[in-house]
């Protein structure tokens, strides 16, 4: 599972909880609201109907007091006005009254209220004599409703004291969950992310301070175990890469010492104390002495463009060439040497013209005859072929030597990379294919190899005419162009 998918889903779970806790508490929240507007509504009922008891008793004593001729207390509100805030107050309590019940007991307080309103319109004897009953009547209606509205007060309260143990007891269980889910979160966040992590940094200090074998364990989310591969990645490439060196550097002594003791041997043969030489033997010391200084001239000259290449440092000078010309001047070069091979020269009738650093392009061709007279056995057929395709023109070097298997060519034209029998067959540290393959990429062509072990190889260089090179940013620069830095580092 990937960190992020991981994360993804602890956060929705801690996410869903307090989404839920959230709810709840306004779910409780309604809840208690509903209650509390209840017991509001009843007190407010309890309030209002002792108030019309107050005022019918009020109202009664008025009318008595009146019989008595005792005089109207200035101060205290008339018989008009108590009456006429009877109905409004029964509207109110009618309004808050919550149930059936509620509703039927103010309908029989309404009609005994307006049954002793109606006497109250008699004679005044009549009216203090006829309003015991009715009045009686609707004063035990109230008290009726009183106790209906403390009953509903009293129910609103324990509901509301009910919800809110649960909503205690909800809080306190969402709390525990979010608090687990945490730890929990952050346990699991140890042990799936923080673990990995550690181990990868340890390795990576370890590999720090020189210990190379360290490598990263690769386990836990995919990011942190493509972290661990890539860093493994890395180590075994530089590793890789160290052995290369030292292989090289073991390479280059080797191949140093060869043409170094044949030119030690050759001045001993030649020096001072040694019986002097025949003119035949002075010859071929010299010949010797020649081909081993030639040998070292280009090692070393690989060597340089080699470095010169992979710092982006090495310029060319281009200018339109025959291709033909360039082929003939490196087949005459190797037919004066002493190889033994058969070196056929193929060649169109008409010019092949490319844009090219001469200097450099014969270079490559060289190596690619070096290579096949090097791979091949002495007396075969070496054939070297110019001709034209479409845009481009190709010089091709074909051998009957060694060949290389399909593994090899992959590693073919990276630096310091050998075929396993080339080693054993030929001197040479493995530069002049990658040196060659860069000079002809500049020249904006390519090289290709097509090659079966045990038959032959053939090396083609295929590069645009000059008419179309002249069109190339790449090979029509001015006087001289850098070549472009090195796509990869030394292997
Ligand atoms: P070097 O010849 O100095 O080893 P190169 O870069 O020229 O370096 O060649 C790299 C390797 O490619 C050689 O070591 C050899 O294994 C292989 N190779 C090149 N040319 C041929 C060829 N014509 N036939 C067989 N193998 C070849």
Redesign the pocket.
Known sequence: MSLRAWLAATMGVLALLSLSAAASLVLLTSVLDRSASTLGDSVEGIRLAEEMEVGLLSHERLVRERLASVPADTGRASREELEAALRPQLDELDRLAATDKGHALLKSVRRDVELYLAQQRGPLQARVEQAGPPLDSALDGLERVIELNVVQARDAREEAARWNSFADRVGLAFAVLLLAGVVAVSLLLQRIALHPLRDISQSMRRFGSGRKRTRAPEYGPTELRDMARTFNEMANSLAHQQEQQLAFLAGVAHELRNPLSALKLSTALSGRGSAPLTPERMERTLALVGRQVERLDRMVG?LLDSTRIEAGKLELQPEVRDARELAREVVELYRSGESGHVLQLSLPETSVLVRVDPARLEQVVQ??V???L???PAGSRVDVVVRQEEAEAVLS?R?Q????SED?KRL?FAPF???G???QR???????????RRIVEAHGGRIVVD?EPGT??V?SVWLPLASVAARLPEVAPGPSSPLPPPEGTLH
């Open positions: 690989d190596n690619l070096s290579n096949a090097k791979y091949s070097v051998d030597g060694i060949g290389i090899e073919l990379q050998r075929a029998n080339a080693r030929a001197p040479g540290v493995g530069l002049g294919l990658s040196v060659a090659s032959g190889s090396f």
